[in-house]
């Protein structure tokens, strides 16, 4: 433990009903124990009642959905309609189950999903008066059949966003779109609905908020709910006298001391949520405590302990949220699927393997313990990587910082092309349409006509296809069609993988782990969109690594230092999967490599880079700075770090780094977003250049390793096998560059 952070505990403001709010809600609310609202519950509510677009941004079990509750009972009280969006199906259901268990009259709630069997789709559409989907069903079904849905729409109060700060990045730019076209047919029908939007707690949440549904927010982020006491711990695992690549030292992995811290306090009956950062990671996790606890002579350990993860069958996620809500299951490993707002009560502890991105989500997963009413504890376990060790070494940069604003950028010709089709698709644009889609409509509306996919008519564009334009994006930020994952001996499917990621994880060779079983891919057929598995257990896990070359198209701004100069602006990445590696799956070290022959993808995004004067590469030239490997060891480590900056994940971005970069003549180190277009991480780096870098400097010097490691400037997905690197030559290197 490098430190822990004891948070006091707190108490709770009330304040009466308003009056406005059905005599009815209170008295089913008094049913369930909550007799009278807390300060903020009210103050969002009278807000959003009064017309006014409003975002609760308040702690984790602070009450949130109760503020929305009331102005949208009153709504379907008086025969209007309210539409209930979350990220994820958990979330809408165990919202569907709170409206059920309150009985409330007149209020007909109905989960609107992929899941939902086709006959009752239709009674929905007729009859029900508060209705819960998600982003993927309002963009591929309701706003195309949106005449279907024209009663509902027409009587429309209020839109709820739940979960808002979880719309960020490439999903949260796709997302902003879907509002923007649900106001333009909400419009058509005469409705203007009031949006009341929940997130957890969050920097700028107005202007986040405003980004997200394109219309003036107000913000209620005084949270006046009580909190438990909650002890927050910071981890580092300790060494384990394995050597990696280029013999460099290796950490136990987080996944394993998660696991066993897990099986401890299973063991001791403490209920416990151990987040982590993959599905694989899930599953190995659950199994290694049940493993664990079986050696400690627990019965059954397989009833204690389970894993939770996107990817199983609707029916098994609802059984296990059932589990450990009724304390049958003791521990659970889950990806950030459980980090949402589904009830899990009476829990005590959360574990959390790696950073989860976000200062945000970090507290939005220690917020899960303590929601039994007791005291909590939070145990943040890093990985090897810099920016975990930077963090556990440096808690001021978590614990004493106040959480990040939401990043996302609907202007994205990739991301906004799609979605003018689609509302093309559903009704012809207007030059009026484009003002509510953004300043680049225009432009990216010039950009469809010349490629046919809209034409020019008097009354607007129209779209020029047979087939929906929803289908022309994913707009969870993956890209491409989806792979389908079959047992080669069966015929059985799976799962699925977007085609984008499908090269670095469904390869020739990979491990593939699907709930208590292990599978390794024959073969991955890019053409067919298929990757054969066969069951296998082997004793390693696989990483795969990939090649980089990148060209600038274009810079949009740039700020001189010293003897250098920072830009932002558009590049050309070509990338491959070239291999990769067998890591041991109890320790982590490397067992082998292995090549792999998959085609080049090409992406266009944004990237932020820096330039060295050529007078100061020779100055380092001439102290005997290695300067490609100096070069290459700053650039692994400014993406370990430039997540605490741009509110991403380290696999959303990537890098290049070169002695001397045709483009620019000059040694360069380069970052990139890893979508389409770009996400705005790129833009986030180079505005918060300087304190990026300076920790970036920073967490490579306080690596206790002689020559450099993964918790500093090796990177587990390097294309060259982290070959050069000097972690001597990145330090010169980095304190030229800030001078």
Not at 424 to 430: G, H, I
Not at 516 to 537: F, I
Request: proline share 5%; aromatic share 6%.
């Amino acid at each position: 433990m490098t430190h822990v952070e004891r948070l006091p505990r707190s108490r709770g403001t009330t304040e009466n009903w308003p009056e406005w709010v059905p005599s009815f809600v209170p008295e089913r609310l008094a049913g369930l124990g909550i007799t009278l609202p807390w300060s903020h519950q009210v103050t969002a509510a009278d807000l959003a009642r009064s017309g006014n677009n409003v975002i609760i941004a308040t702690g984790t079990a602070s009450g949130k959905s109760l503020a929305f509750l009331l102005p949208a009972a009153e709504a379907v009280d008086s025969g209007r309609t309210v539409l209930y969006l979350s990220p994820s199906k958990a979330l809408a259901a165990d919202q569907r189950r709170f409206l059920e268990e309150l009985d409330l009259p007149g209020m007909r709630a109905a989960t609107y999903d992929g899941d939902t069997p086709a006959e009752q789709r239709s009674w929905i559409r007729a009859h029900a008066n508060y209705v819960l989907t998600n982003p993927d069903m309002l963009h591929h079904s309701l706003l195309a059949q949106h005449s279907r849905w024209s009663g509902f729409l027409r009587r429309l109060s209020y839109v709820v966003v739940d979960e808002a700060h979880y719309y960020r990045g490439v999903f949260g730019s796709h997302v902003a779109q879907i509002i923007r076209r649900l106001r333009r047919l909400c419009a058509r029908y005469r409705s203007e609905p009031t949006f009341v939007l929940a997130s957890a707690t969050t920097g700028t949440p107005e202007e986040s908020a405003a980004d997200l549904v394109g219309l003036p927010v107000r913000a209620v982020s005084a949270d006046t709910s009580p909190r438990p006491a909650l002890s927050f711990a910071l981890v580092e695992p300790e060494l384990t006298g394995q050597t990696g690549e280029n013999g460099a030292p290796l950490r136990r992995a987080a996944t394993a001391e998660a696991a066993d811290i897990l099986a401890g306090l299973v063991g001791d009956g403490v209920h416990t949520l151990a987040f982590v950062r993959s599905r694989q990671s899930a599953e190995v996790t659950a199994r290694t405590s049940q493993r664990l606890l079986a050696n400690t002579g627990v019965a059954d350990p397989a009833r204690k302990v389970a894993a939770y993860r996107a990817g199983y069958l609707a029916e098994d996620r609802r059984e296990l949220e059932e589990e450990l809500r009724s304390g049958e299951l003791v521990g659970l490993a889950t990806t950030s699927a459980l980090e949402l707002g589904v009830d899990v009560t009476g829990l005590d502890a959360v574990l959390i393997a790696g950073w989860p991105g976000t200062r945000a989500s970090l507290w939005q997963q220690a917020g899960r313990a303590g929601r039994g009413g007791g005291d909590a504890l939070a145990v943040f376990i890093a990985r090897d990587d810099p920016l975990d060790t930077y963090l556990v070494h440096n808690p001021e940069a978590t614990l004493g910082r106040c959480v990040e604003a939401t990043v996302l950028d609907p202007d994205n010709p990739y991301v906004l092309a799609p979605h003018l089709c689609a509302a093309a698709s559903e009704l012809p644009l207007t030059d009026a349409d484009l003002t509510l889609f953004g300043p680049q409509a225009e432009t990216v509306v010039a950009d469809l006509v010349d490629r046919k996919w809209l034409r020019r008519r008097p009354r607007g564009w129209f779209w020029t296809h047979n087939e929906r334009a929803s289908g022309m994006t994913d707009i969870r930020g993956t890209g491409g069609s989806q792979v389908q994952i079959v047992d080669a001996a069966t015929g059985q499917l799976l799962g699925t993988v977007d085609e984008a990621a499908a090269h670095g994880s469904v390869h020739d060779g990979a491990v593939y782990l699907h709930q208590e079983a292990t599978y390794v891919v024959d073969r991955l057929d890019v053409d067919d969109g298929v990757a054969l598995v066969r069951p296998a257990a082997p004793e390693y896990t696989t990483w795969s690594r990939e090649t980089t070359e990148i060209s600038i198209r274009g810079t949009s701004h740039q700020q001189r230092w010293d003897s250098a100069t920072v830009h932002v602006g558009d590049v050309e990445v070509a990338r491959q999967v070239v291999g990769f590696l067998k890591r041991d799956v109890r320790t982590g070290a490397v067992l082998g490599e292995q090549r792999l022959d998959l085609p080049q993808r090409t992406l266009v995004s944004r990237a932020v880079w820096w330039t060295l004067d050529a007078e100061a590469t020779e100055r380092l030239r001439a102290e005997g700075v290695e300067l490609r490997g100096a070069a290459h060891a700053a650039e692994h480590a400014a993406i370990g770090l430039l997540p605490l900056f741009a509110t991403c994940d380290r696999w959303d971005i990537g890098g290049v780094s070169t002695a001397l970069h045709p483009d620019t003549g000059l040694l360069t180190v380069f970052v990139y977003d890893g979508h389409q277009g770009g996400a705005g991480f790129a833009e986030r780096g180079y505005n918060a250049a300087a304190d990026w870098l300076r920790a970036t400097r920073d967490a490579v010097a306080e690596c206790a390793c002689p020559t450099g490691c993964p918790s500093c400037v090796q990177s587990p997905k390097c294309g060259n096998g982290n070959e050069p690197l000097s972690k001597a030559g990145a330090l010169r290197l980095l304190d030229t560059l800030l001078g």
